[in-house]
Structure formats: C-alpha cells, structure tokens
C-alpha cells in the first residue's frame, strides 16, 4: 500500500502513483546478446556478465569518462558505476570507489575484483575525502522512492521526517564532492528518489554556495524523460535546473531516478560568458 503522503506528493509532481508503482524494472548484463539495452549497446537484456539496473548507466554517461582520467565514485557500492566506468574507459582510468559503509565495502570489493576492475577501493565518509578528481560521482543516499523492485521495503521506512534529514547529508556531499573537484571538472549528482528536497534543492544548494558551479546538458540517446523541476512547493529553482532529467519507471521500463551534470568553471567571467 503506497504511503498516503507519498502518493500526494508524487501527484504534485503532475505524476500517477499507480502507475509508477504498477511497474517492475528489468534487469540487464554487461555483456554481449541480442536484445541490447537502446542506450547503452554494450549491455544487453539476454546476455551474460555483470547483472545491473540499466538506469545505472545514465549518471555516468552523464559524466562521460576519459581514458587517464582521475575519478571518484564517491558512494560506489555495490559498484555498478565503478564497472561501467572502467568499461567504458577500457579500464584506463584512475578510479577511486568509496563507500562509508564497511559491509556494503565487502561486496563493492567482490564485484570490482570478479569483474577485473583497476580501481583503489576506499572506506570512509565523502564529506571528508580531501583528495583532488577530474570528474565526481555521487549516487547519493537517499529516501528511494524510485526503487519500484522493493517498494514495499520502501513503503515501510518512507517518511517526509526521513527526506529531510537525508537532505541534510546530501548537502554535505555534494558540497565536499565541489571541494575536491578541479577546475572546469564534472560532478554528476544522481539519487533513485523523486523527492525535490533530495534532488533540485540540493544542486540549488550547491549553486547559490558556489558562484563557479553550472548545470550543463545531459546528452542521452534513445531514453524517454522528464525535465527538473524549477519550483516545488513555493520554492524557486535555478532555470537551468530543466538541464536535469528526471526518469519515471514508465517511462523506460526502469528504476526511477533523478540526475544532474554540473561544471566547476575556471571563474564567475567563465559562467557569465557561458564558456566551460
């Protein structure tokens, strides 16, 4: 049974709560076979390999990797994006994954080691990384509202209490995560919830600490969205926030899920200008 506040609150979003939660998303394999997910071809529905959400790939196609890049995966477990990044790299990148967590280290270091990865496994809190990185990722902690596989799991934990204080968190990673970037560097901040607070009020947040921030395009081929919300519940956002994308789980079959591409310019002139 879907929360009562939930449900008013994903209606606010001009969104049907029913219909959201009436989906179940499909799992894909890293890995060759007929059936290819539309947006990224190196995974496939009916292959082998690597089993993940193929929503994952969105955030770090958000991010576009390079090969000799330095690169955080600032809450990496259970390692998805850290795979995805090395494949897309052919595993020549310098990958940091981090996670705080020490039991959700254990199966990031089994997914990165079975699957062969080149990365430095880390165990601490973002917010106290101090290291420097050409490109960040954060697929924050958060309320999962978009999780549809275990809703009821969701259901059960879901609160506007929980939204807030995860809130809280999120600011500060996002704010350590811009820190640690260099300069004309990418940071992609991605959750698996609908929520507003956890999602445009945070890169808000980030936006109005930091006169050098930008939100840039997020360039994806053949995957249905919907645009970031600029206002939410008498709260006005950046324009630019309709950069982000907000992915429902009818939309591809999918996990719901909200992500944004922001630039750290060299200097406000640079924003102004509109040069990267």
């Not at 880390?122 to 509202?145: H, L, Q, W, Y």
Request: with cysteine.
């Amino acid at each position: 049974m879907i929360p009562e506040k939930l449900s008013e609150r994903i209606k606010e979003l001009g969104e049907d709560p029913e219909k959201i939660y009436s989906q179940r998303s499909r799992k894909a394999y890293l890995g060759e076979g007929e059936e290819k997910v539309p947006w990224f071809p190196q995974a496939s529905y009916d292959g082998w390999g690597y089993r993940f959400d193929p929503i994952s790939v969105i955030p770090v196609i958000a991010l576009d990797p390079k090969k000799n890049e330095k690169i955080l995966d600032m809450c990496a477990a259970p390692g998805t994006k850290t795979i995805i990044i090395a494949e897309i790299t052919d595993n020549h990148a310098y990958i940091v994954a981090n996670d705080i967590s020490k039991k959700r280290i254990m199966r990031l270091r089994e997914n990165i080691e079975k699957n062969n990865i080149s990365a430095i496994i880390t165990n601490m809190s973002g917010r106290v990384i101090k290291e420097n990185f050409d490109k960040i990722i954060i697929d924050a902690p958060c309320s999962g509202e978009g999780i549809v596989n275990k809703k009821e799991k969701m259901f059960s934990t879901w609160s506007e209490r929980r939204i807030k204080f995860l809130a809280k968190k999120q600011k500060k990673l996002i704010s350590n995560a811009f820190r640690i970037l260099n300069g004309n560097g990418i940071l992609v901040y991605s959750t698996c919830t609908f929520a507003p607070e956890e999602n445009e009020e945070v890169v808000q947040f980030l936006l109005d600490k930091n006169d050098n921030s930008k939100l840039e395009d997020i360039k994806t081929k053949e995957i249905k969205y919907s645009f970031g919300l600029t206002s939410w519940k008498g709260n006005e956002f950046s324009k630019d926030m309709k950069k982000c994308i907000r992915i429902y789980p009818y939309q591809n079959n999918t996990q719901g899920f909200f992500v944004a591409k922001i630039r750290k310019v060299k200097n406000k002139n640079d924003k102004e200008k509109g040069i990267a």
